[in-house]
């Protein structure tokens, strides 16, 4: 097993890719840690690791705010006695921010903050863990709209989402320059559209599915198992020269 005898947080784990990310490190032998700020989504998933005869830990918390995220990181390492891997895939887009009713600018700031400012503050209070167990792998979620501009409805140029994950892709290259002197490496995936709740208000729209599957030059949206999958490389020690690394699974996306 890839993971045998490693200790992983990941964040937004109830779902999409965190959840898939969970799943699969618990198959190749880590213990996991899974956190979400939904309390159903979040013990479903732990259980079911439980279950298959995995061990994993269940955790409620919103990764911008502070004391959440350090009690995190803190809970994880009081239970499994140290951490090797963080996956920072907590994350929302402008369609599922905030209610329906908010204004421009509260969607703007809680992208911000879940996005970049949560990836920061758990990848903060990890540090101190895996520099004192000899070093850990931390993966970020960026996204394709890390590389490239967005292309969608009027006024999307305003939009938070792609510059929360430029940032987080900036930021994956600062910490790994940083980080890589206690032998931590610090990478983020870029994926393609891939079938999560993030783009499940495009979803019920065939027009614009259509639209988006014609951007993937694979010719169909990716899966949250493609995405953990990647992450599962970085993770493991098959990966140990690979830092500050943006690695894109995107369908051949941006390709063109």
Same mark, same amino acid.
């Given at each position: 097993?890839?993971?045998?005898?490693?200790?992983?947080?990941?964040? @937004? %784990?109830?779902?999409?890719?965190?959840?898939?990310?969970? &799943? $699969?490190?618990? #198959?190749? *032998? !880590?213990?996991? /840690?899974?956190?979400?700020?939904?309390?159903?989504?979040?013990?479903?998933?732990?259980?079911?690791?439980?279950?298959?005869?995995?061990?994993?830990?269940?955790?409620?918390?919103?990764?911008?705010?502070?004391?959440?995220?350090?009690?995190?990181?803190?809970?994880?390492?009081?239970?499994?006695?140290?951490?090797?891997?963080?996956?920072?895939?907590?994350?929302?887009?402008?369609?599922?921010?905030?209610?329906?009713?908010?204004?421009?600018?509260?969607?703007?700031?809680?992208?911000?903050?879940?996005?970049?400012?949560?990836?920061?503050?758990?990848?903060?209070?990890?540090?101190?863990?895996?520099?004192?167990?000899? @070093? %850990?792998?931390?993966?970020?979620?960026?996204?394709?709209? &890390? $590389?490239?501009? #967005?292309? *969608? !409805?009027?006024? /999307?140029?305003?939009?938070?989402?792609?510059?929360?994950?430029?940032?987080?892709?900036?930021?994956?290259?600062?910490?790994?320059?940083?980080?890589?002197?206690?032998?931590?490496?610090?990478?983020?995936?870029?994926?393609?559209?891939?079938?999560?709740?993030?783009?499940?208000?495009?979803?019920?729209?065939?027009?614009?599915?259509?639209?988006?599957?014609?951007?993937?030059?694979?010719?169909?949206?990716?899966?949250?198992?493609?995405?953990?999958?990647?992450?599962?490389?970085?993770?493991?020690?098959?990966?140990?020269?690979?830092?500050?690394?943006?690695?894109?699974?995107?369908?051949?996306?941006?390709?063109?």
């Amino acid at each position: 097993m890839r993971l045998s005898g490693k200790v992983a947080l990941v964040t @937004g %784990g109830g779902s999409g890719i965190g959840r898939a990310c969970a &799943s $699969l490190f618990a #198959y190749h *032998g !880590a213990q996991v /840690s899974i956190s979400d700020f939904q309390c159903d989504a979040v013990f479903e998933i732990s259980n079911e690791i439980i279950e298959c005869g995995g061990e994993s830990l269940a955790l409620t918390g919103d990764v911008s705010i502070s004391d959440d995220a350090k009690r995190m990181v803190e809970v994880t390492v009081e239970r499994f006695g140290r951490l090797d891997i963080l996956v920072n895939s907590a994350g929302v887009s402008a369609r599922n921010a905030l209610g329906n009713e908010a204004i421009e600018e509260d969607i703007w700031d809680r992208v911000m903050e879940v996005n970049l400012k949560g990836t920061y503050q758990v990848s903060k209070y990890a540090l101190p863990y895996m520099s004192a167990g000899g @070093g %850990g792998s931390i993966i970020n979620l960026a996204s394709i709209m &890390s $590389l490239v501009g #967005y292309q *969608g !409805a009027a006024g /999307s140029g305003l939009g938070p989402y792609p510059p929360s994950k430029g940032g987080v892709l900036q930021f994956t290259r600062n910490l790994a320059i940083e980080a890589a002197k206690e032998k931590i490496r610090v990478n983020c995936l870029c994926p393609g559209y891939v079938e999560t709740s993030l783009i499940e208000g495009m979803m019920s729209d065939k027009d614009v599915m259509r639209e988006l599957v014609s951007r993937h030059p694979i010719g169909r949206l990716g899966k949250p198992e493609e995405i953990a999958y990647a992450a599962l490389y970085l993770a493991s020690d098959e990966s140990t020269f690979v830092t500050g690394a943006p690695l894109v699974v995107d369908g051949g996306y941006t390709a063109q």
